[in-house]
């Protein structure tokens, strides 16, 4: 049997449906994206510098399950994915994580972070049977080995402690963040995310693997978030001055992703190279251009918008208001 203690941690759909450890072809590739999309989302919470550079997290089918896993070395691995299709900005966001004094370790760390806030927010939504409820009141507090937890209620008047840092990150986070890798979840198909033997177990933790069943879906998947069009009032060839914050640049591609009310937007300039535009990285910022729904074929159906921007400026950035209270 496989070492189960040389990768860090795993996303999976478990059960019958998946015995043979096949998932089919548009499923997975909805969980990819999925899974993507919530590592972009907590990389640009957590290190922004970090969610310019373009990688793949490998998937790995095994007898019995379907998952993706998280190297062990994420930092070497990071490392030596950007070396392969290396760019101006996945060698300026490297260099930023070395002056911080991150390393290997603190890539793994951060890696580390994300899925425990992915594991903390499931285990939120299925204390409190939703991910719309941001603020709680009457809570209660209490400190083990060094770390601060807050306790929240529920329906049932039962407490769930959860480290702060991690409730925080909870409070900011869309509705529908994991929307698309629980769209999969059916009877004989469980999701389940947690760390290998070695990694698990960190104070700030939960106890166990976390999983998502079918009769918990409805918490975390409702249809229309992953099938309706994203932002209908944005028309083709629409003028607009959106606020957001540049989340990354890709200059093979000349393209930068532009977060805009909870979703990433890919934009592109109508001229010359995103390079000019260097100065907006990772910093909230105003664009300015046309919308662009039309797919492959010349048609507009693209149901999500994409922008062709005139220019991208900095703005200041706005304050953040405590969302819970004792």
């Known amino acids: 049997m496989e070492n189960q203690d040389n990768y860090l941690a795993y996303f999976k759909y478990d059960g019958e449906l998946v015995e043979d450890g096949y998932l089919d072809a548009r499923k997975s590739a909805e969980a990819l ?15 922004p510098e970090l969610s310019e550079i373009d990688f793949e997290l490998p998937v790995r089918v095994r007898k019995g399950s379907w998952e993706t896993i998280i190297p062990e070395n994420i930092g070497e691995w990071l490392q030596l994915i950007v070396g392969s299709g290396i760019t101006t900005y996945s060698i300026s966001a490297l260099k930023k994580m070395a002056q911080n004094d ?3 370790s603190g890539f793994k760390d951060v890696f580390k ?28 507090f209490k400190e083990q080995n060094g770390i601060q937890f807050v306790g929240i209620e529920n329906d049932e008047n039962e407490l769930l402690y959860v480290p702060k840092n991690y409730l925080d990150i909870y409070t900011r986070i869309p509705e529908n963040i994991l929307a698309r890798i629980t769209q999969n979840v059916e009877i004989g198909r469980e999701l389940k995310i947690g760390f290998s033997k070695k990694e698990a177990n960190d104070k700030d933790d939960t106890e166990k693997e976390v999983s998502i069943s079918v009769n918990e879906k409805s918490i975390f998947y409702r249809k229309s978030e992953t099938e309706d069009i994203l932002f209908p009032e944005l028309k083709h060839n629409q003028y607009v001055e959106l606020i957001g914050y540049v989340t990354r640049g890709n200059e093979n591609s ?4 532009f977060l805009y009310n909870n979703h990433i937007l890919t934009c592109y300039p109508i001229q010359g190279k995103i390079t000019t535009d260097i100065s907006s990285f990772f910093t909230d910022c105003i664009i300015r ?20 921007y005139l220019d991208v400026k900095p703005i200041d950035k706005d304050t953040e208001s405590t969302l819970f209270t004792e």
């Open 33 to 47: 994206i999925g899974i993507d999309e919530i590592f972009r989302y907590f990389l640009h919470e957590k290190s």
């Open 102 to 104: 991150i390393g290997d």
């Open 254 to 257: 000349n393209t930068i992703g």
């Open 289 to 308: 251009g046309y919308i662009d729904r039309m797919d492959k074929m010349g048609e507009f159906i693209e149901k999500r918008p994409r922008i062709r």
């Open 113 to 140: 972070g994300i899925i425990k806030s992915v594991k903390w927010t499931i285990q939120i939504g299925k204390h409190i049977k939703t991910l719309s409820k941001k603020t709680f009141e009457n809570v209660k």
